[in-house]
């Protein structure tokens, strides 16, 4: 994230032929802890752009914006191929520690189930199930669609993996209330409240939006203020 560095590196190996790592290659810590072997984004950069999607819920083009006012130049496939890339960390994580996270859910009496598709991409939609109460997520997948059938697999796995939930949250998609009727009947099932509050925000300021969004293009805003911003970091 401060700019672009060029590192070299000095990978060693033992010359004793009589030791038994001789086969072996000491790369470096100090690169290792900067980035992954083979990537050319930093932690940082690849921890920016995850925080952008999942947490600030930004969509490609907003990210590639916002990346491009910190001077990080790069692609939409770019952006995707380092998502893809945390899902698949996140998910060995969660692999290693499920047992960890199946305790903190016994004590805590139980979970409330937040379902929330974050992105779609190539027809494929990412789904992911959090405890609604900590905050850990439980389970990610994509899936092929956004009917019943192509939900429900995924509402079968985090059941079979935690149990039945105390509650359910979501944004009301016709295919999660119809899955959550047949697997889980009678458990109290109500809206996300981050998704009422959007839905009814472009009800309301939808036009008006549009017309701030066509006017500040129109006078290039965005443009002027990297412009500005780039001015400031160099002074």
């Known amino acids: 994230m401060d700019g672009e560095i060029y590192p070299l590196e000095r990978v060693l190996r ?4 009589e030791c038994e790592a001789v086969d ?7 690169l ?3 980035t992954f072997w083979r990537r050319i984004y930093a932690l940082d950069v690849i921890s920016y752009i995850a925080e952008l999607k999942y947490e600030r819920r930004m969509t490609h083009d907003e990210i590639l914006e916002e990346l491009r006012s910190k001077g990080i130049p790069m ?3 770019n952006i995707t191929h380092e998502l893809n890339f945390v899902e698949a960390l996140a998910r060995g ?9 199946k305790g903190r859910i016994e004590e805590c009496g ?3 189930l937040s379902v929330d598709g974050t992105y779609s991409y190539r027809g494929k939609t990412l ?4 405890d609604a109460v900590s905050g850990t997520v439980l389970y990610a997948e994509t899936a092929v669609g956004d009917k019943k059938e192509d939900v429900k697999p995924l509402f079968e796995t985090v059941l079979r993996m935690f149990g039945k939930p105390r509650g359910v949250i979501s944004d009301m998609q016709p295919s999660i209330i119809a899955v959550v009727e047949e697997l889980l009947p009678g458990v109290k099932h109500q809206l996300c409240q981050y998704h009422f509050l959007k839905n009814v925000g472009k009800g309301l300021m939808d036009e008006g939006y549009s017309r701030l969004g066509r006017a500040m293009k129109a006078k290039k805003v965005k443009s002027r203020v990297r412009r500005a911003a780039a001015r400031k970091k160099r002074a």
């Open 24 to 30: 072996w290659s000491f790369r470096s810590e100090d």
């Open 127 to 130: 789904y992911i199930f959090r």
């Open 75 to 77: 692609s939409r496939g």
């Open 14 to 17: 033992c010359s004793n032929q």
């Open 93 to 101: 994580w969660h692999e290693e520690n499920l047992d960890e996270i």
């Open 110 to 112: 139980g979970y409330i």
């Open 32 to 34: 290792q802890a900067m």
